[in-house]
């Protein structure tokens, strides 16, 4: 019983803790453009083709050629035929009307599509021919094959011609099986055997083939029975089954003789498991490398409340399921329904192939012996990433081989929201390179494909289909931004100087993905920069003319999400008197005769400084004087509130314009045909200028919170009193626990009377619980485990200017030559 109330109260606990969880930032985010437009939408540097039709909705499969060049989309009511192997567009070839929720489509051999759909909760199946979709006139009974109710999640593949699913075989949704259909001849079709609750209220996330090992694992979440003492926990399982199966003589007749599970676990020590798998990938062996070393990359969520919104990245890796599966399994009381660990005589091998003609003794025996003692634990026995603010649903995973030749990690993960994060799994933790809106509302409907040989990703959603591209890596348009990107898939090419795809060239690329450090991977690029700009000789810059006692608004760009900008004027201090650090990284200020001058702001990233932008405030009533470089200073207003708001602009003459950093090229139309902005107009410009990629304010994304005070994004980090809070949580969990026990054994001694069972009581005394159980729950050594990177690093020398600009290190535009 004390056991139970620790339990909640390691809950509790352990959820109050997990702020300390390394917040993850997408390095730049490309929002959704303008979706009602084209085919084409999203931010000009990461546009999507979106394939989407007011018949053609409920994006429920995707099946990709193995060339990559036709997507099949199964559909509500429809499946179709999509080209996709133009660039720019997708075409649609076929498609082919049925009253159906596909739930299947494989392919079942070279001429033919095998789908099942749920057809108004009576399942049917039927053959489609994948050159001109049309379909077969008999339909396939489809029970055991597709799941009656369309949101039911289910799990089929198609190898060698027979079909092998997980589902419910009934319309109520409380017959899960796991089943082989369209087998000829002697092999006969199969199933578990369902008398004796193989599979416990299971959801079916995926199935993944192992031609090496002629298996077949299924992955799924059930009610994890094992573990009695509380109810309902849910664990997540990797099952298997051999192909070669073909069922027992007498004993397991049609069933499965080499079914055998075990549990996945996704947990770190010490912390609450990610007990619920949301979708997993495999990541076959790299080339000549056995297929022991396939890895599997899962997600993962937790069931209680208090991890709600958050959700893991876990990898297994197939010797580690192996070697489980090869271990001793649990025996279940058939009485009792309960679950042990008893070291019994090994009558038979559960889970081993061939053994459909073993004796009846050795069937019983694998009957009853399934579930695997051992858990399957992660690789490094630590979860791959975490996420506190994401609730990913979908995965895809990619090996990605950089200009080093290493190989990196690459995972696509898809938010609820509708993001996609592409994240390269670094030695240092997970680095979310980019995220990309797929969509703005939430989609009930949702699945995600990869196409490596295409270089794409397809995500299918209630709406339709959207196409993203892997990487698009001209986005970044100076070396430093290219380097910082971190992205496998791009360098920068000296030659053609321009981030390139590193797979396309075999020059030597500046690209640094594991540190990530521009200053050295672009030495060549700023060296010969740096030569540029001789001691005190400042770029004109900006011209901000003012009135005196007005105030005055400098913008500046990020140049990143993890950028921290920082502002500086040559030879003076910005005092925080004078100066205000709004929390969009904009400075403000009164023009007076002591605040006019040059001021510049730089942007730091990973050790490496840029400027982002160069001003030169003036008073405007002086004789109008403006130089051939200050063309932009007309977009600068005393505006009706006397704010002027100064916005940052191309230098063109300068040499300069390709230095301010993430600046785009603007149109010389559009410098000309504006010459009177309003306030707001000249701030929304601003925002747009930066590619979207700044939009990281208030208003987009609900992230005020990280912005208090003008302080950037890093310094913002989760501030941890780890300490404090662990001593505190440890002597409360004492007095707690005390106090329950003393409360319990009050009771207990009263009531001698069986009560019914209370809700938070457990049903089950802890002392059966398995080492397994044990371990699920060791919560409470609450150990200080926070690896949140708090950067504080320049956060006061940030207000500090340290004298001439050429004086500071590195504070020289970066340019791409
Ligand atoms: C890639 O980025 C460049 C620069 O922002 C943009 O012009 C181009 O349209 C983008 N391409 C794609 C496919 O997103
Ligand atoms: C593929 O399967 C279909 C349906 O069973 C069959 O009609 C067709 O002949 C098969 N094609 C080949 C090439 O075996
Ligand atoms: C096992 O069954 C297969 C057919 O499934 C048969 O060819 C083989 O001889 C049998 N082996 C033994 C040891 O009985
Ligand atoms: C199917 O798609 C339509 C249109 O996007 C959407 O309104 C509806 O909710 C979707 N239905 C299901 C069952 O997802
Ligand atoms: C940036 O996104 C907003 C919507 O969030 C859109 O209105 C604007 O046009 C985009 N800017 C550019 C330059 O595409």
Known sequence: MENHSLLSLTVALLGFL???????????????GNVNCCDTTGSPGRQLSRFSSHDVSNTTTL?????GNMLYVGARDAVLALDVSHKDAVILRHKTDCPNFIRVLQFLNSTHIYACGTFAFSPRCTYINSKTLTM????????????????????????????????????RGNRPVISRHLSEGRRVDLKLDDTLGWLEDPTFISSSFIPDEGKIYFFFSEVGREYDFIDKFIVSRVSQICMSDVGGQRTLQRRWTTFAKAQLLCQADNELPYNVIQDIDSLPPTGGAPADDTLFYGIFTSQWSVNSGKSAVCSFRLTDIKSVF?????????????????????????????????????????????????????????????????????????????????????????TESGYLHKTVLLQSGAHIIEEIQIFDQPQPIKSLKLSIPKGMIYVGTSEGVVRVPAANCSFYWTCPQCVLARDPFCGWDPVSRACVEASNTHTNLGQDIDRGNAEEACSSVSLTHRATFGP???????????????????????????????????????????????????????????????????STENGYQQTMVIYHVKQKSSPIAQTPTSRTGHQTHPLPTTQAV??????????????????????????????????RDTQATTR????????????????????????????????????????????????LSLLITILLYVIRKRCHSR?????????????????????????NQFLSKCNGQVLHSGQASGLVCNGALTGSNGHLPNTPI
């Open 18 to 32: 997990s702020p300390c969880i390394t917040r993850l930032t997408p390095r730049v985010s490309f929002p959704m």
């Open 136 to 171: 077969s006139l008999k339909p396939d009974e489809g029970r055991g094959r597709c799941p009656y109710d369309p949101y039911q999640r289910n799990s089929a593949i198609i190898v060698d011609g027979e079909l092998y699913t997980g589902t419910v075989a009934d319309y």
């Open 63 to 67: 099946l990709l050629s193995e060339d």
């Open 646 to 679: 100064a916005r940052p602009g191309p230098w063109p003459g300068t040499g300069l314009h390709t230095s301010v950093g993430t600046w785009p090229k603007r149109t010389e139309a559009k410098e000309e045909t504006e010459p009177t902005l309003s306030s």
């Open 688 to 735: 747009q200028l930066g590619r979207n990629l700044t939009l990281w304010t208030a208003e987009s994304r609900q992230k005020e919170e990280e912005f208090r005070d003008g302080e950037p994004l890093l310094l913002a980090r989760s501030p941890c009193y780890l300490k404090e809070l662990v001593v505190v949580s440890v002597l409360l969990v004492l007095c």
């Open 755 to 779: 009560t019914a069972p209370q809700a938070g009581t457990p049903t089950r005394n802890s002392d059966r619980q398995t080492p397994v159980e044990q371990e699920a729950f060791r919560g």
């Open 326 to 414: 090869s271990g001793n399994y649990k025996v279940l009381n058939r009485d009792t329904l309960q679950w042990s660990t008893r070291v019994q005589e090994k009558v038979a091998n559960p889970g081993e192939c061939g053994l459909h003609n073993a004796s009846d003794n050795a069937l019983r025996f694998v009957k009853e012996n399934f579930l695997a003692d051992e858990s399957v634990r992660p690789i490094g026995r630590s979860l791959t990433m975490v996420s506190a603010e994401h609730s990913y649903s979908h995965l895809t995973v990619q090996r990605v081989q950089a200009a080093n030749n290493r190989d990196y990690t690459v995972l696509f993960l898809l």
């Open 536 to 602: 005190n000789k400042l770029p004109a810059g900006e011209l901000v003319s003012v009135s005196l006692n007005e105030v005055v608004r400098l913008q500046c760009p990020a140049a990143s999400r993890l950028s921290q900008q920082l502002w500086e004027r040559p030879n003076t201090r910005l005092s925080s008197d004078l100066y205000l650090h709004l929390e969009d990284g904009s400075l403000s200020f009164v023009a007076t005769p002591t605040t006019l001058g040059h001021y510049l702001c730089l």
